[in-house]
Nanobody, 120 residues
Framework: QVQLVESGGGSVQPGGSLRLSCAAS????????MGWYRQAPGKERELVAT???????NYADSAKGRFTISRDNAKNTVYLQMSSLKPEDTAVYYC??????????????WGPGTQVTVSS
């Protein structure tokens, strides 16, 4: 069984910073891509940033310039460094991973989410 576990969420003031981490564990052959999504109450889940095993990144316009996604392939871990946080960033942040259980066969997994609250 594959599991994703997020950490690093919490409450910060506007302008503050947080670093989220997500580690994948279990029966993993390899990971093609990992990313971060977020969902605020009453709103649909939206993409924040993604990164492939090759290092190609993609950011939402709202995150670009403030957030940085990175990964450690050897540790099956993805990070999201968030700076200049705004109240609008408040949401549950979910880790996502496209994981190959074995060669040529993959599944998409989600973590349970971690709360990020930005308020004064």
């Amino acid at each position: 069984q594959v599991q994703l576990v997020e950490s690093g969420g919490g409450s910060v003031q506007p302008g503050g910073s947080l670093r989220l981490s997500c580690a994948a564990s279990g029966s993993i052959f390899s990971i093609n891509a990992m990313g971060w999504y977020r969902q605020a109450p009453g709103k649909e889940r939206e993409l924040v940033a993604t990164i492939t095993v090759g290092g190609s990144t993609n950011y939402a316009d709202s995150a670009k310039g403030r957030f940085t996604i990175s990964r450690d392939n050897a540790k099956n871990t993805v990070y999201l460094q968030m700076s200049s946080l705004k109240p609008e960033d408040t949401a549950v942040y979910y880790c996502n991973a496209e994981i190959f259980i074995k060669r040529l066969e993959f599944l998409n997994f989600w973590g349970p989410g971690t709360q990020v609250t930005v308020s004064s």
